[in-house]
């Protein structure tokens, strides 16, 4: 079983920054694929970010692309969200997913059915 435990989330102002920290057990996790999703009060869950197994390869939803940065370090386990220049439109609760599966396209990664374990969230609140 992996355990995800985010961190990092709080309430800012429009413009500001931060970073979120997602930290997930198990020995291979340099296997896995991990993703940030978020969910707003009365709307749907959307995906906000990927990353492959290496880091080598990312992505992102068009609403963040260019102010979000998503990371990972397998030495430490985790995996980060660098949220620049937030907007009150950021606000939700931010969850990590993990996959231990092989996810084939951009497609599969924003989708969060394919993903086998996710953490309880982080709320980031941005007040305007």
């Known amino acids: 079983q992996v355990q995800v435990v985010e961190s990092g989330g709080g309430l800012v102002q429009a413009g500001d920054s931060l970073r979120l920290s997602c930290a997930a057990s198990g020995r291979t996790f340099r296997n896995y694929k991990v993703a940030w999703f978020r969910q707003a009060p009365g709307k749907a869950r959307e995906f906000v970010a990927g990353?492959?197994?290496?880091?080598?390869?990312?992505y992102y939803s068009d609403s963040v692309k260019g102010r979000f940065t998503i990371s990972r370090d397998n030495a430490k386990n985790t995996v980060y969200l660098q949220m620049n220049n937030l907007e009150p439109e950021d606000t939700a609760v931010y969850s990590c997913?993990?996959?231990?599966?092989?996810?084939?396209?951009?497609?599969?990664?924003?989708?969060?059915?394919?993903?086998?374990?996710w953490g309880q969230g982080t709320q980031v609140t941005v007040s305007s």
């Open positions: 990353i492959s197994w290496n880091g080598d390869i990312t």
């Open positions: 997913a993990v996959a231990d599966r092989l996810l084939v396209d951009a497609q599969q990664v924003a989708t969060g059915g394919y993903y086998d374990y």
